[in-house]
Nanobody, 116 residues
Framework: QVQLVESGGGLVQPGGSLRLSCAAF????????MSWYRQAPGKERELVAA????????NYRDSVKGRFTISRDNAKNTVYLQMNSLKAEDTAVYYC?????????WGQGTQVTVSS
């Protein structure tokens, strides 16, 4: 079945970096656009970044532009989120997601905490 498994979260100081990974199983990864979302406590889930199936086009929410980079390796069925210059307001659970066969699919999420 479709499965998305995130990893790479953790505790980092402001200004630090983390690289999130999301491994995909159960579908033809290279056929689908992928996205990263995040949800902070008491807030709605928000789109952070998205990438087309071929990786040719990416999009970011304004607050992470220039700091975050989404990428993918279709040979490894994995999508990444490189996060640099992290700020306290980036603290959230980060999820990868995709619309597969007409349904929104999510991983279990990985916690990112930015704190000194």
């Amino acid at each position: 079945q479709v499965q998305l498994v995130e990893s790479g979260g953790g505790l980092v100081q402001p200004g630090g970096s983390l690289r999130l990974s999301c491994a995909a199983f159960g579908f033809t990864f290279s056929n689908y656009a992928m996205s990263w979302y995040r949800q902070a406590p008491g807030k709605e889930r928000e789109l952070v970044a998205a990438i087309t199936s071929t990786g040719d086009t990416t999009n970011y929410r304004d607050s992470v532009k220039g700091r975050f980079t989404i990428s993918r390796d279709n040979a490894k069925n994995t999508v990444y989120l490189q996060m640099n210059s992290l700020k306290a307001e980036d603290t959230a659970v980060y999820y990868c997601g995709a619309r597969i066969w007409g349904h929104d699919r999510w991983g279990q999420g990985t916690q990112v905490t930015v704190s000194s």
